[in-house]
């Protein structure tokens, strides 16, 4: 992180652009990778010139009262950290910025800091990070420290989805719940940048896949002829999805794309690329007119590969190849069976046959694994691995487990993190191998045909 440091020429030697780039016309950039300390639950930022927590400003008294946590700050320049993590790789810190929980383990940090409480732990604190849009989803905290006074914010992400009948088991109701917390993150992060300006001439361009879409208000049933009212619009937007070149039906179809980390399709790439284009132009045209900025216009956009698809996203059949395409590109699996019935039919076939030929092959000890019952000693056995995986959380709070909690937390880690993963890697080579293959070749843009002709 140390190398990234910009030197502007003719500069004095101690140039920093957090003093100096105010007297500037070409400022000089900044690179911030955010992430999210586990430890504190702050922001945690990687920079050229330092990387850690940041002190709360004094003009911001009010977030001193309400942040009661700890501050874990480090010192300017890299050169003042400890040895180890003077020379902190880049690849380690984008690492941190995308590592979304539970998908990949938080990266550690460790010996920067000294022990939290003397007789609590005894490690000293080690750093655990995050995908830092777990503290701050749109990434603006930075530039407003930065006392930016431009923004242009692209929300690529998956905006929470109404549900008729939202499910009640465990699982959905946790996973809604945290789509309803990070959606209302979002929405005040946002809501909190524009309340600083007149919304007229905000310097602010901001785009994201449900921009241009209307938003729609049900009236509750009447007690007469239990109907209720048409369906309302809250509001018409400034500029509809029509109006640059996308209809509302495909850009309803866009705002559900799968965000996951995954293979996207020339269809689904192209879709997305096509539309952030169309849509950047008018608040990105705005902020240059409303603040005098100088732009370069693109002349070479025809050359784009993405500009192929244009044809489809402004008028398209419902029921063609092409919007069963943005269809499938909301679900995470089975999307190649969902594009081709050939494929479902031929991995039905094929599955049913190997499990045939298992259970005939193995039909002798299949049948006396089942009759066997479970002993007293087997039981106690899976107890006490049970327990096992429990040792790390009791150390924290009862020291006569401290010294099981090394061997326990290995134990723990060899099997979810290397037997666990290692069997799970067959099954994910074949998909890669097969499936996925199949998927992206289902997704090439000659699979979609002739464009669709221009409506009059």
């Known amino acids: ?167 009640t088991s465990i699982l959905s109701v946790i996973s809604r719940t945290n789509s309803i917390l990070m959606d209302r993150v979002r929405e005040e992060q946002i809501g909190g940048l524009y309340q600083n300006y007149d919304p007229e001439k905000a310097p602010i361009a901001f785009m994201h896949l449900r921009r241009g879409l209307s938003t729609q208000v049900i009236s509750c049933l009447r007690s007469q002829n239990k109907q209720p009212k048409e369906l309302e619009k809250e509001g018409d937007p400034e500029e509809t999805s029509e109006n640059f070149g996308v209809s509302h039906r495909i850009q309803d179809l866009l705002s559900k794309v799968r965000t996951d980390l995954d293979s996207f399709t020339e269809v689904e790439a192209y879709s997305l690329m096509m539309d952030g284009f169309q849509m950047s132009a008018g608040p990105i045209h705005r902020l240059i007119k409303n603040h005098n900025l100088k732009s370069n216009p693109t002349s070479d956009k025809d050359k784009w590969k993405f500009v192929d698809i244009k044809a489809w996203m402004s008028n398209c059949a419902e029921k063609s190849c092409y919007v069963c395409h943005l269809e499938t590109a909301s679900h995470k699996v089975f999307k190649a069976f969902r594009l081709s019935h050939k494929a479902t039919i031929v991995t039905a076939i094929i599955v049913l046959g190997i499990l045939f030929g298992l259970g005939t092959l193995f039909k002798n000890e299949i049948v006396i694994f089942l009759s066997q019952s479970i002993t007293v000693y087997q039981l106690v056995l899976f107890v006490l691995l049970l327990l096992i995986g429990f040792i790390p959380k009791i150390s924290r709070s009862v020291k006569l487990f401290r010294f ?53």
Request: some cysteine; charged content about 25%.
């Open 1 to 167: 992180m140390n190398e990234l440091k910009i030197q502007p020429k003719g500069a004095k030697d101690d140039f920093h652009p957090h003093k100096d780039n105010r007297e500037r016309n070409a400022k000089v950039p900044i690179l911030k990778l955010n992430a999210t300390t586990l430890n504190t639950g702050h922001n945690w930022r990687f920079e050229a010139s330092r990387m850690g927590e940041q002190q709360i400003p004094e003009n911001k008294k009010i977030e001193k009262e309400i942040d009661g946590n700890l501050r874990l700050l480090a010192p300017y320049p890299y050169e003042e950290l400890v040895e180890d993590q003077q020379d902190f790789e880049l690849g380690l810190a984008v690492a941190a910025s995308a590592c979304v929980p539970a998908l990949f383990h938080p990266l550690a940090i460790s010996g920067l800091f000294p022990k939290l409480i003397e007789d609590a732990t005894p490690e000293d604190i080690r750093v655990q990070l995050v995908d830092g849009g777990v503290h701050d989803n749109q990434g603006i905290e930075g530039l407003t420290d930065e006392k930016c006074t431009l923004f242009i914010i692209s929300d690529a992400s998956g905006q929470m989805q109404d549900e008729a009948d939202p499910s």
């Open 404 to 456: 099981l909690r090394s061997p326990s937390e290995y134990v723990v880690r060899i099997v979810f993190q290397g037997v666990l993963p290692a069997i799970g890697s067959i099954f994910v080579w074949i998909h890669l191998q097969i499936f996925d293959r199949l998927f992206i070749q289902l997704g090439k843009l000659k699979q979609l045909g002739d464009p669709p002709a221009k409506s009059n």
